[in-house]
């Protein structure tokens, strides 16, 4: 779990607590980090994520990890995953 390895990042750098920011799965390992390890942190933002994932999550990844697969890179997800982050006034910016 990711949330663990925020705590042996701060276990080996010495790092005893934090100001944890986490945006989309960042988000979902802030949630996991503030329920298990709160004793760690000073302060959490979250923005951009949930909970838990919609019924439908693992078939949109399994379409995603496979094109990644296939190019050898986020390539052929950056440009949609940058539309549906940022408004298009932000990204013409």
Request: charged share 20%; net charge negative.
């Given at each position: 779990?990711?949330a663990y390895d925020?705590?042996?990042?701060?276990d080996e750098t010495?790092?005893?607590?934090?100001?944890?920011?986490?945006?989309?799965?960042?988000?979902?390992?802030?949630?996991?980090?503030?329920?298990?390890?709160?004793?760690?942190?000073?302060?959490?933002?979250?923005?951009?994520?949930?909970?838990?994932?919609?019924?439908?999550?693992?078939?949109?990844?399994?379409?995603m990890i496979a094109?990644?697969?296939?190019?050898?890179?986020?390539?052929?997800?950056?440009?949609?995953?940058?539309?549906?982050?940022?408004?298009?006034?932000?990204?013409?910016?």
């Amino acid at each position: 779990m990711l949330a663990y390895d925020v705590v042996e990042l701060l276990d080996e750098t010495r790092i005893e607590r934090i100001h944890f920011v986490g945006w989309s799965t960042g988000g979902r390992i802030g949630q996991s980090h503030g329920l298990r390890h709160h004793s760690r942190l000073h302060s959490l933002l979250l923005s951009g994520t949930q909970s838990q994932s919609p019924m439908d999550a693992a078939a949109f990844w399994d379409l995603m990890i496979a094109a990644i697969d296939m190019a050898g890179s986020l390539e052929p997800i950056a440009d949609k995953t940058t539309e549906r982050s940022f408004t298009a006034a932000y990204q013409s910016a």
